[in-house]
């Protein structure tokens, strides 16, 4: 705790000394085509963004450690900037009595600019903090070029798992093996406990037969599990082509 608080101070002198143009000019998030305009908010988000990321590199076995910098970014924009006053509290307390209630896979769907990102964010915050009852895994396919390849998200949920499991460390070879050790991990949820996967934008995933049909996902279903996902309308039916239990939440344009 004493170094990591030294580290922490250390990093803020340093961040302190980076302008809001320069946060700005290298992670410059997008809203519906429309860049952020208050530089000085966003200055800071990416300071907050930065401290959390170095944080969690400290912190033994926490499944919720952010997949990159850039995921950790656009967390922390997501919530600071379009949570404060979700302009539609009813859905997200629907979607939420959903994911309670439901096993398999919850599909959020919408055009752009629905607010998909927007309801993925205020979810996952909410289950993640009710680790007593919920263990949650979070990808989003937008965090760089190699979270767009499931087998790299699969590779790190299984990781996640094992850490949240008490397992040992098992390398997986083949994209083959990677599915069926995952298949294998989230069978062992405890009792008592509800693994949720939050995936953001499933359909930007590197597209082949896997992707579009998540076949990566087991068709079997548990009460111990539910993946919950967003996308856009024209996705669902690959999906419910292999997966027939699909609950589909179509999201209106705000």
Request: neutral net charge; charged residues 25%.
């Amino acid at each position: 705790p004493i170094k990591l608080k030294e580290l922490k101070d250390k990093i803020q002198i340093q961040l302190a000394e980076i302008g809001h143009k320069e946060c700005y000019q290298k992670y410059c998030p997008t809203w519906n085509g429309k860049k952020f305009e208050d530089l000085e908010e966003f200055g800071n988000i990416v300071k907050n963004a930065i401290i959390k990321y170095v944080e969690s590199i400290f912190v033994e076995n926490q499944y919720n450690k952010p997949y990159s910098l850039e995921q950790t970014i656009q967390e922390e924009y997501f919530h600071t900037k379009l949570s404060r006053a979700y302009p539609r509290p009813a859905v997200k307390n629907k979607l939420i009595g959903m994911i309670e209630n439901n096993t398999g896979l919850l599909a959020i769907s919408g055009p752009s600019g629905s607010g998909k990102s927007c309801i993925y964010t205020l979810l996952a915050d909410h289950f993640r903090q009710l680790s007593d009852d919920y263990i949650v895994l979070i990808h989003s396919t937008a965090a760089n070029r190699e979270s767009r390849e499931y087998e790299r998200m699969l590779q790190r949920w299984n990781h996640s798992l094992e850490e949240a499991f008490n397992l040992p460390h098992k390398e997986t070879i083949s994209a083959n093996d990677t599915i069926t050790y995952f298949s294998h991990l989230i069978k062992k949820t405890p009792n008592g406990k509800k693994l949720l996967m939050f995936v953001d934008a499933i359909d930007g995933f590197s597209r082949n037969a896997v992707t579009e049909h998540l076949s990566f996902y087991p068709r079997s279903l548990s009460e111990k599990w539910l993946m919950v996902c967003t996308c856009l309308p024209k996705c669902i039916e690959k999906i419910e082509s292999y997966h027939r239990t699909t609950v589909e939440f179509p999201l209106p344009v705000l």
